[in-house]
């Protein structure tokens, strides 16, 4: 956990002028910090043997682009939806955070065109974070947290 909380510090410090005034900006930094911790979770399963990583967080990721997004877009080679579950990813999602001191939760659902959809969410990231003056309080406070 102590090497998440250093990376995360001195990801926050290099952009601290930029995030004391920016909610939006922390925010983006927290997620896109929560996304590094995902992805290798569904890299360690046989996901990617039939899905495709696209959209705006991959663009990001692997060409570099420099804009927030705030999920992961992935499309099936060949469309194997009826036998397809989140169930598997996500326990892999959790145990990869885990490692790491982050406590993830998720759940499954479809989007009103059928899309399998999963939520991924924690506070652990933030809970590290809280009152620890790195950012301002009010972004880390319980009461104020977004999703």
């Known amino acids: 956990m102590n090497d998440l909380f250093e990376y995360t510090k001195n990801r926050l410090f290099e952009k601290k002028d930029e995030l004391v005034n920016d909610e939006d900006l922390f925010r983006s930094e927290i997620r896109e910090i929560m996304q590094e911790i ?82 991924i969410k924690s506070d652990s990231l933030l809970e590290m974070l809280h009152d620890k003056k790195i950012v301002p309080y009010e972004f880390t406070e319980p009461g104020n947290r977004k999703k």
């Open 38 to 119: 995902i992805l290798p979770g569904l890299i360690k399963t046989d996901f990617f043997n039939n899905n495709v990583f696209q959209g705006g967080t991959a663009l990001r990721m692997v060409h570099g682009l420099k804009r927030y997004s705030e999920d992961f877009d992935f499309n099936m080679k060949e469309n194997k939806s009826e036998e397809f579950s989140w169930k598997i990813y996500g326990e892999k999602i959790k145990e990869s955070g885990n490692i790491l001191g982050v406590d993830f939760s998720y759940k499954e659902s479809k989007d009103k065109f059928g899309n399998m959809i999963m939520r």
